[in-house]
């Protein structure tokens, strides 16, 4: 069984006690440079690493960060999650990484397993199925530090970050318009979900602006955010079969977006057919058939913001009353290159 190396082998090594060796590794004022310098020499030489169990027993910390996402496998939660241990790990903090895959139970789940392990704050962006959010109140309420990302809720006052989801569909919309389609179809999410509503929005405020009448017909929804294909393949069938079919699509979401590429296929239609502008994170994306136009978020950056407020909070000497909501630009992806869609910071 593997042993790791303790204090009591370092100090038994270099003759000295524990706890001298303790504060020569956190660097305590009453231990002498010499005495530091040979404790830190010895402890790289043998490869010692603290004992996490042990600081969190002594400091009442575990110096870890639970992070839920629907899936690690979608392009945006990978990169999201690279951002995420970016600034962690410089930090200090280790990141335990569950996925929902958009089932309420299993993110119920997820958030009891992490707060029982001790994690000092969490990161989430809620599952799909995700309605009754008293799993993670009681959390928050019980001085669990959250910060929500990407699909956030509005129930639990916190950090929270995302991007300009508006600003992003109607521009997505707006260009199918601008290419000659009036008759643009919506295939979404769950209906509740804050990314839902927000792209929605966008996509009705384009039709607005164009004076094309909204046709509620056009809108299909995919309750599972698109894991179970079936339903995307479904939604998109129905629209093929309006009596007064769709002329192009807008998708609002990474999955949905290659659901949707994929039953077109199937429907043998091409990107002149049915032109799609969606969601997408994937770097391959622009080498599927029949391609699409699509909007990059900032996935990363998202990650990476997500975590240094969350271990601000984690950190706080005093409780934080007041709170941010991190607006971020995305990209709308042409076949001539990119657009910078609008941002703000509320």
């Not at 995420?84 to 200090?92: R, V």
């Not at 139970?105 to 995700?130: P, Q």
């Not at 807008?250 to 077109?264: E, K, N, T, Y």
Request: glycine share 6%.
């Amino acid at each position: 069984m593997f042993k790791p190396v303790t204090i009591k082998d370092i100090a038994k090594a270099l003759g000295l006690s524990p706890s001298t060796v303790s504060r020569a590794l956190r660097d305590g004022y009453e231990i002498s440079p010499e005495t530091k310098r040979i404790v830190k020499e010895y402890a790289d030489k043998i490869d010692y690493r603290s004992n996490p169990i042990a600081l969190s027993l002594k400091g009442r910390r575990s110096y870890s960060i639970g992070v839920v996402v629907c899936e690690v496998a979608n392009s945006f939660f990978s990169q999201a999650i690279n951002g995420i241990e970016s600034i962690a790990y410089n930090k200090g903090y280790r990141v335990i990484i569950s996925q929902s895959h958009d089932l309420y139970e299993r993110e119920v789940i997820n958030t009891k397993h992490l707060a029982n392990s001790s994690v000092d704050g969490l990161l989430i962006s809620m599952a799909a199925e995700t309605t009754d959010f008293s799993h993670l109140s009681s959390l928050h309420e019980n001085g669990l530090p959250i910060v929500f990302f990407d699909r956030v809720i509005d129930q639990i006052q916190t950090h929270k970050v995302i991007v300009n989801n508006f600003s992003s569909a109607f521009e997505a919309t707006e260009l199918l318009i601008k290419r000659g389609h009036s008759r643009i179809a919506h295939l979404a999410s769950a209906p509740h979900l804050s990314i839902t509503t927000e792209r929605m929005d966008g996509y009705t405020a384009a039709l607005n602006k164009h004076s094309i009448a909204f046709n509620p017909e056009y809108v299909q929804y995919c309750p599972h955010g698109g894991r179970i294909y079936g339903e995307v393949e479904d939604a998109v069938k129905k629209l093929l079969s309006l009596p007064d079919s769709a002329d192009a699509i807008f998708v609002s979401s990474d999955r949905l977006s290659i659901g949707c590429l994929r039953a077109l296929k199937k429907f043998h239609l091409s990107p002149e057919d049915m032109p799609v502008a969606g969601f997408s994170n994937s770097d391959v994306v622009e080498l599927l058939k029949p391609t699409l136009s699509y909007v990059r978020q900032p996935a990363f950056e998202m990650g990476r913001i997500a975590t240094e407020l969350l271990i601000g909070l984690i950190e706080a000497k005093y409780p934080v009353t007041e709170f941010e909501t991190k607006v971020l630009d995305t990209e709308l992806f042409l076949n001539d290159g990119p657009l910078a869609t609008g941002s703000k910071s509320v």
